[in-house]
Every structure is written in structure tokens, then in C-alpha cells.
């Protein structure tokens, strides 16, 4: 059993593989063919995404206008995720990494992945699942931990996915602050 996780970026993603032993197989940065180029020949049982699965569809706009359900529950537990915009004219600016989260889902779809959901997580293989990692991190850690770009947060990172079994995560944190973080 493969994981495979991606970080949604403007124009690019990166990708991390793992195998069923948590070892890391590969990380790299790629376009969206190349992605879908590794999903099919690695095979993961389970992709994770960093980027909204779609547009916000107005459920909170009573209470909380532009804001998914989950944006809201996190927000309740001091967790401040991107409010992902309901309509496709709002996704300009630094907003477009959106549009090419929503694209490598459609894709990666097309290769026979389902969205996990609470009727299919238990028996699902080809699984895809919108990932939020700063939340996941503090759940894990029992407190928000400093920004992923200073020393102590990327420290904070690395400890918690060490002590989960993920091995050699350092020999993967190659280049610049914003690369170590990506990765």
C-alpha cells in the first residue's frame, strides 16, 4: 500500500511518495502530467491534496460568509485555513494555486480515484482526500506549533512525522527555507 501527498502551488505542485513502510520513496517538484504520470506507475492506495477539493457551496453564509464548514471548524479551534471563495470569478491573485488544486483533482480522478467521504472511507482503495497539514501538525502535537518557515516549526515538523515512522525525513529537506518547508 503506496501514500502519495501533494502541495498545491501557483503553477507547480510538489509530491511526496511513501511506501507501505513509511520509507520515502520520492519528492520532487512537478507539473500536472508529470503528477499524474506517477500517480499511475506508483500506484498509491491514497492521495492526499493540499488545496480545497472545489468552491465554497454557501453552506456557512448565514453565519460565516466564505467559509467552508470544515474553514469554520477549524477556525473554532484557533486554526486559520485560506477561506476558499464560492465563485470562480474570485479566484485571482495568489487565490489561482485554487484553480490548480481543483484541476489536479479532475485528473487525478480520471485516473479512478474517488473522494473519500464517511459512506465509502472503509473500504475505499484509490482514495483521494483534501489534506489540510498545518491542522493535521497541530492535532498531532497537541498545540499549534510556530510557522512551518522558522527553525522551531520545521523542527516541530520533522520530530512528530519521525516519531509516526516516517524515516530519513532530513535527507529530503534539500535547498532554501521555502523548499525544506514544501518538501
Not at 66 to 75: G, H, T
Request: charged share 25%; hydrophobic share 35%; glycine share 8%.
Amino acid at each position: 500500500m503506496n501514500f502519495f501527498g501533494v502541495d498545491v502551488h501557483q503553477n507547480s505542485y510538489t509530491v511526496a511518495c511513501l511506501n507501505e513502510e513509511l520509507n520515502i520513496v520520492d519528492v520532487f517538484n512537478a507539473n500536472i502530467q508529470e503528477v499524474c504520470d506517477k500517480v499511475n506507475a506508483f500506484e498509491p492506495k491514497f492521495i492526499g491534496v493540499d488545496g480545497p477539493y472545489g468552491l465554497n457551496i454557501g453552506l456557512m453564509n448565514d453565519v460565516h460568509r466564505n467559509k467552508k464548514v470544515s474553514e469554520y471548524e477549524l477556525s473554532k479551534r484557533n486554526i486559520q485555513a485560506f477561506s476558499t471563495p464560492g465563485d470562480m470569478l474570485e479566484i485571482t491573485g495568489w487565490k489561482t494555486w485554487m484553480k490548480s488544486g481543483f484541476d489536479l483533482y479532475a485528473v487525478i480522478e480520471e485516473s479512478g480515484y474517488k473522494k473519500i467521504n464517511e459512506d465509502n472511507y472503509a473500504s475505499l482503495n484509490n482514495g483521494l482526500v483534501e489534506v489540510f497539514p498545518h491542522a493535521s501538525f497541530t492535532t498531532l502535537l497537541g498545540y499549534i506549533p510556530k510557522k512551518k518557515n522558522t527553525p522551531e516549526g520545521l523542527a516541530d515538523r520533522i520530530r512528530v512525522l519521525s516519531e509516526l515512522g516516517i524515516k530519513d525525513i532530513s535527507n529530503y529537506l534539500i535547498g532554501g527555507i521555502k523548499e525544506k518547508t514544501d518538501y
